[in-house]
């Protein structure tokens, strides 16, 4: 059983289109990351989210962090080829362990 | 700053051998964590050391062990290959220093049971 639910699992879109990533628990987090990861390749951190409430913006993305600090959301604008990959949620507790939701894998079709 | 560091990327061995992987963490980083990632399964936490301490431990058989060096460069050792640990094996660094807990990956080693 995942500690971090992520859905959907698999999202096909064409480019242009918006397009929202959820991720999900029963538990509260410290801190909450996602990352992307492309085939064969480690996951990059894409961003890091701590206050319960706070939404973030790098270009295109949109990360928000849920006010009780147990899920977050993903959103992207006018989505390009370049965002194809499997985009992981991770929270970490108030021991810093990490647990990885199983990923969105977003398929930018042009 | 130079990233996390993996050797080797790819690796084939056949069921009955056993693998080290090797992992350099970057500069100043003192935790490095382990992890198995399988199209089935996803990612699974191995474990993580501290200071040459394993201070976490997944849900694995005792066939995957671990170790950190006093430079903080960490190996992972699978002995008894079996076909299911075919899979990307990532390491993770991190500074327990920061006030934000956030790992850094490597590009993964891919290892291939025969």
């Known amino acids: 059983t995942q500690l971090l639910e992520q859905s959907p699992q698999f999202l096909s879109i064409q480019e242009g289109e918006n397009l929202t990533v959820y991720c999900n628990s029963s538990?509260?987090?410290?801190?909450l990351q996602w990352y992307r990861q492309e085939p064969g390749e480690g996951p990059v951190l894409l961003v890091t989210?701590?206050?319960?409430?706070e939404v973030k913006k790098l270009k295109r993305l949109t990360f928000q962090f849920g006010d009780a600090r147990k899920d977050s959301s993903l959103h992207i604008t006018a989505a390009q080829p370049g965002d194809t990959g499997l985009y992981l949620c991770?929270?970490?507790?108030?021991?810093?362990?990490?647990?990885f939701g199983a990923g969105t894998r977003l398929t930018v079709k042009p | 700053k130079a990233g996390v560091t993996q050797t080797p990327r790819y690796l084939i061995k056949t069921r009955g051998q056993q693998v080290t992987l090797s992992c350099s963490p970057i500069?100043?980083?003192?935790?490095v964590s382990w992890y198995q990632q399988t199209p089935g399964q996803g990612l699974q936490f191995l474990f993580e050391?501290?200071?040459?301490?394993?201070?976490n431990k997944g849900n694995f058989p005792g066939r995957f062990s671990g170790r950190q060096f006093s430079n903080s460069r960490s190996e992972m050792n699978v002995s008894t290959l079996e076909l299911g640990d075919s899979a990307l094996y990532l390491c993770?660094?991190?500074?327990?220093?920061?006030?934000?807990?956030?790992?850094?990956f490597g590009p993964g080693t891919r290892l291939t049971v025969l």
């Open positions: 989210v701590v206050t319960g409430g």
């Open positions: 993770a660094s991190s500074s327990k220093r920061d006030p934000i807990f956030e790992q850094f």
């Open positions: 991770a929270g970490a507790n108030n021991n810093n362990d990490m647990r």
């Open positions: 538990s509260v987090f410290s801190s």
């Open positions: 050391y501290f200071s040459e301490t394993q201070r």
């Open positions: 500069s100043g980083h003192r935790s």
